[in-house]
């Protein structure tokens, strides 16, 4: 089994940053990657970044040039570094771990909320 828990979200001022942490515990063998997630209200979830196991990078098109996603050296942790924050980053960001075949899985945080004030 896998654990994801995400700290620091918070209330932020338009232009502000915030960082994000997934703590990540349990057996990880056979994961591929791990990212990040956003679910604005009234909408659908979406990635904003995502992290292979050989530590290749992508990002939304809303985040490309303001997060950054990073993690520690043992995947311990996984960080999600937001510059410039804008009202339209508001949601619910959700850590996730993907493991590739045979186990074809995919876990989930409970989640921490962000939300940027105009």
């Known amino acids: 089994q896998v654990q994801l828990v995400e700290s620091g979200g918070g209330l932020v001022q338009a232009g502000g940053s915030l960082r994000l942490s997934c703590a990540v515990s349990?057996?990880?063998?056979?994961?591929?990657?791990m990212g990040w997630y956003r679910q604005a209200p009234g909408k659908e979830r979406e990635m904003v970044a995502r992290?292979?196991?050989?530590?290749?990078?992508n990002y939304a098109d809303s985040a490309r040039g303001r997060f950054t996603i990073s993690r520690d050296n043992a995947w311990n942790t996984v960080y999600l570094q937001m510059n410039n924050l804008k009202p339209e980053d508001t949601g619910v960001y959700s850590c996730?771990?993907?493991?590739?075949?045979?186990?074809?899985?995919?876990?989930w945080g409970q989640g921490t909320q962000v939300t940027v004030s105009s």
């Open positions: 996730n771990l993907n493991k590739g075949p045979p186990f074809s899985k995919q876990y």
């Open positions: 349990g057996n990880l063998y056979g994961f591929t990657g």
């Open positions: 992290l292979t196991s050989s530590d290749m990078a």
